[in-house]
């Protein structure tokens, strides 16, 4: 049976570990080729191995969000190695400073600004010449529960993951007549290497007050990317996806 992304390819940034691990992953078990980059390089090459042991076509590249010159390297591994780019998953990110806006500092604002936003920025903009090439192609930008609601402190993070889903939006609206879809998935509290160095009581609470009383498994927001990345939402451009164990539905 065909995969669900079969023939197509998928560049995902912070694929060595947690969600992004899992997208690459899934994706790979759908029929994509994935390239998927990272800063974290040990890990990143460990996950590659043991993907193409298992006889999937995936490939680690060293990729810091940041760096233009690293995006458009990761790009263009893509459209010679597998012959095309379809699918981007925007997934990198950082809590960086948990500081509220009193306490905040320059450096710690502009720390998660150039990851989490930049870095969002940076990866729309290299795929969309390899999509128009391939007559489009879908882009997934991972946003938050706090890119919608609000939480104490945290106003770095919550600013970044805020300006993505409207940086989706407006991707979405420019790249419609290219057949590029652009939509965010908002995932609520999800169980990664993330999360371990936040308070454990604050996750607790975190998870009592999710309506279904758990912090997702990062699978369960890799089916969310991989239906946004499938032709399957063929009609579907510029939403938030949330995917959130009912938090916001309070
Ligand atoms: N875990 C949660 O509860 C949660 C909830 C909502 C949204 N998110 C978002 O989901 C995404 C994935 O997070 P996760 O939970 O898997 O966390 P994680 O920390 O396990 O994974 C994030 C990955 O991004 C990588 N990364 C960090 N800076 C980078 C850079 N400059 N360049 C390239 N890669 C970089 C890290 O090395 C890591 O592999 C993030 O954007 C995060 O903000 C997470």
Redesign the pocket.
Known sequence: MAGRVEGKVALI?????????EHARLLAEEGAAVVF????DE?GNELAETLADEGFAARYVH????APADWKAAAALCESEFGGLDIVVN?????GSTASVSDETEAGWEQLI???QT?VLLGMKVAIEPMRRRGGGSIIN?????GLAGTEEYIG?QAT?GAVRLMTKSAALTYAPDKIRVNAV??????????DDEPEESIAELARTTPLGR?AE?RE?SYAVLYLASDESAFVTGIDLVVDGGFLAR
Do not use: E, F, H
Not at 63 to 66: A, E, G, H, N, S
Not at 186 to 195: H, R, S
């Open positions: 940034s912070g694929g060595a570990r947690g969600q992004g691990a980059g990272d800063i974290l890990a990729l810091d969000v940041t997934n990198a990110g950082i809590v150039a990851v989490n870095g991972t946003s938050s529960i706090w993070y993951k908002l995932p609520g509290l999800v169980m990664t290497p993330m999360i912090g990062p927001i």
